[in-house]
Nanobody, 120 residues
Framework: QVHLVESGGDLVQPGGSLTLPCTAS????????MGWYRQAPGKQRELVAT???????NYADSVKGRFSISRDNSKNMVYLQMNSLKPEDSAVYYC??????????????WGQGTQVTVSS
């Protein structure tokens, strides 16, 4: 079993910053891609940013230049640094990881989500 736990969600004013950490634990042989997704009320879950095991990153156009994703492979953690936050960034943010339990068996895992609200 693998568990992902996010934290760091908060109410922040427009233009502010937040960092979301996510920790993976459990039966982990290797973690491939990790990422952050978000879902606002009435909308579908969307990709925010991903990072591969060798630290190759990918961002949604809406967050490029404002958000930064990073990971610490030694701690099985991924971080999302969010700067210049806008009201439209308000959503529940979910951590994702593709985890290998051995050389051939893998699964996609999600955290429970953390609420980010950007409002004055």
């Amino acid at each position: 079993q693998v568990h992902l736990v996010e934290s760091g969600g908060d109410l922040v004013q427009p233009g502010g910053s937040l960092t979301l950490p996510c920790t993976a634990s459990g039966s982990i042989f290797r973690i491939d891609v990790m990422g952050w997704y978000r879902q606002a009320p009435g909308k579908q879950r969307e990709l925010v940013a991903t990072i591969t095991n060798d630290h190759t990153t990918n961002y949604a156009d809406s967050v490029k230049g404002r958000f930064s994703i990073s990971r610490d492979n030694s701690k099985n953690m991924v971080y999302l640094q969010m700067n210049s936050l806008k009201p439209e960034d308000s959503a529940v943010y979910y951590c994702h990881a593709r985890v290998y339990r051995n050389y051939t068996s893998w699964g996609d895992y999600w955290g429970q989500g953390t609420q980010v609200t950007v409002s004055s």
